[in-house]
Nanobody, 118 residues
Framework: QVQLAEFGGGLVQAGDSLRLSCVAT????????MGWFRQVPGNEREFVAG????????YYGNSVKGRFTISKDRGANTVYLQMNSLQPDDTGLYFC???????????RGQGTQVTVSS
């Protein structure tokens, strides 16, 4: 079972940038899709971005297109989420998940809190 740990959250102002990291311990199989999700209490989980492990194809949720970029470092078993032009609506617990379908995950990390003040 792959273990996932997220880093990089914090408190920022609207318009700022943050980069989140998701470090995986264990083998990520070539069929995997690594994704970032966010959760706000009282709201449904939202898919933010995903990347296919074998070919780097990326996918984004509509609310973050053009502002967020997902990438990975295969050698470091790490997935990144570069978040630019952050807005208060981006506030939430961000966690990464490993799965085989976009928008879904089989296992996930604990998450890192991102808070954007106006």
């Amino acid at each position: 079972q792959v273990q996932l740990a997220e880093f990089g959250g914090g408190l920022v102002q609207a318009g700022d940038s943050l980069r989140l990291s998701c470090v995986a311990t264990g083998r990520i199989y070539s069929s995997s899709i690594m994704g970032w999700f966010r959760q706000v209490p009282g709201n449904e989980r939202e898919f933010v971005a995903g990347i296919r492990w074998p070919d780097d194809r990326t996918y984004y949720g509509n609310s973050v297109k053009g502002r967020f970029t997902i990438s990975k470092d295969r050698g470091a078993n790490t997935v990144y989420l570069q978040m630019n032009s952050l807005q208060p609506d981006d506030t939430g617990l961000y966690f990464c998940g490993r799965g085989t379908n976009i928008g879904e995950y089989i296992n996930r990390g604990q998450g890192t809190q991102v808070t954007v003040s106006s």
